[in-house]
């Protein structure tokens, strides 16, 4: 049985209010459900790691961890920079996210 691994990005004040009351399927929120795949490429590449040493949280299994503010614009550098490492897709979705957060001055979510 594969796990459910979700990378959510509330689209505004009020999403971001329901994302922490632990609503699930927010209408108005990104929602991507991690692939095997895509998360063994984000892993490989080192991308969990470098996240959390710049941004003091633990993106790991079995956690859930925000990131917001200044560690956005911190996790987007890291994303362009591993742009050799992780597949296109992966790399420009995660990209996208981010930047959608940052955008619309909200939270990226990682909730494994």
Same mark, same amino acid.
């Given at each position: &049985?594969?796990? /459910?691994?979700? +990378?959510?990005?509330? #689209?505004?004040?009020?999403? &971001?209010? #329901?994302?922490? &009351? %632990?609503?699930?399927?927010?209408?108005? *929120? $990104? /929602?991507?459900? $991690?692939?095997?795949?895509?998360?063994?490429? =984000?892993?490989?590449? *080192?991308?969990?790691?470098? +996240?959390?040493?710049?941004?003091?949280?633990? +993106?790991?299994?079995?956690? *859930?961890? +925000?990131? /917001? %503010?200044?560690? $956005?614009?911190?996790?987007?550098?890291?994303?362009? =920079?591993?742009?050799?490492?992780? *597949?296109?897709?992966?790399?420009?979705? #995660?990209?996208?996210?981010?930047?959608?957060?940052?955008?619309?001055?909200? #939270?990226?979510?990682?909730?494994?």
């Amino acid at each position: &049985m594969n796990r /459910q691994r979700y +990378i959510t990005v509330p #689209l505004d004040k009020e999403a &971001m209010h #329901l994302y922490d &009351m %632990g609503e699930e399927n927010i209408k108005d *929120s $990104l /929602q991507w459900i $991690l692939t095997e795949k895509e998360f063994g490429i =984000l892993n490989d590449s *080192s991308f969990f790691e470098k +996240i959390n040493n710049i941004s003091d949280v633990l +993106i790991d299994d079995y956690e *859930s961890e +925000i990131i /917001q %503010g200044e560690n $956005l614009e911190r996790a987007y550098e890291v994303v362009c =920079l591993l742009c050799d490492v992780i *597949s296109n897709d992966t790399n420009e979705k #995660l990209r996208v996210y981010i930047k959608t957060a940052i955008d619309r001055n909200t #939270l990226i979510a990682f909730d494994f």
